[in-house]
């Protein structure tokens, strides 16, 4: 290797790190000699480990750490580890419901991970896409304006007032100034862009939403009610609901693949678990009734009256 290559591998931040991780190893040997391999009290960090470290702080700061800075995640690190050891040995881990919960999640990510180990082919994909195109329909959308008649500024003659108005409205441009002058002001938007039946239920109703999904587009209609009031509405366009090509969303599929794969991988491996276990419940405490025998779960056991025990 030529001078100009040594000097630049003694530049490179991975090798900086990478002597100071052996110095943190060796210093560590130096100083608790007796500790044993396999010891409940050694802990042994990989090189994964640390390199692991090393990119996380790369990501997030976009420059390498200091040995300072090294040295202080390290140590970051065996704290928590510490901690975690010196927790299990007081049984900190015992009838914990957070512990419990964090675990179960954990071994439903196994099973999951499982699933998604396994890629799809595109024949997979098309297949599956056939038999479930319906869930990615893509909805009907249209954008429209509308005019306002407020039943608090006109009382019971709002609906009135919209039905003179769209006779007075009649061949008249869209844009046109009289438009304006004819309707309240609305305290949202005078106009609404590629709505979905869904989005404008949310906003004006749904009695509102299904009667403007009926207006064909190009003239005034109405008087639609809302739960604001009164309107006048003109449909400018609409773009009719369809089920897309497998190409133009086969990323989406098969994000909605794995997911179901998932879920089928979970419930399997679930089943398969609980079938080791047999569940004992008591049929009553107090006197009080805590289970029908005849409700009683698969695998359910009912015990003498007050008595009972864990899994």
Known sequence: MNPISIKRLLREPLLHFMVLGAVLFVGYAYLEPDAEAGSSYEIALTLEELTQLHTI????????????????????????????????????????EIVKRRMAQKMQFVAEDLAAAHEPTTEELRAWYAENSDKFAMPKRLSFRHLY????????????DAVRSLAELDGQAVDSQLAETLADRFMY????????????????????????????????????????????????????????????IERDVKTAWLGVQKEVAWRKAYEEMRA???????????????ADTKAVPVGAEPLAQGKGAPL
């Open 189 to 248: 938007q005078g106009y609404y862009a590629d709505q979905t039946s869904v989005s404008l239920a949310k906003e004006f109703g749904p009695q509102f939403a299904v009667a403007v999904e009926a207006l064909a587009p190009g003239s005034w209609q109405g008087p639609i009610e809302s739960g604001f009031g009164w309107h006048l509405v003109y449909v400018d366009s609409l773009v009719p609901g369809r089920v897309p090509a497998f190409e133009e």
């Open 149 to 160: 008649f407020s039943p608090d500024i006109r009382g019971a003659k709002a609906y009135d």
């Open 276 to 290: 080791k276990y047999t569940l004992r419940i008591p049929v009553s405490v107090d006197g009080a009734a805590v």
């Open 57 to 96: 702080y790369e990501s997030q700061w976009r420059r390498s750490p200091t040995p300072e800075e090294f040295s202080a995640m390290v140590e970051n690190k065996v704290r928590q580890e510490v901690l975690y050891r010196e927790a299990l040995a007081m049984g900190l881990d015992k009838n914990d």
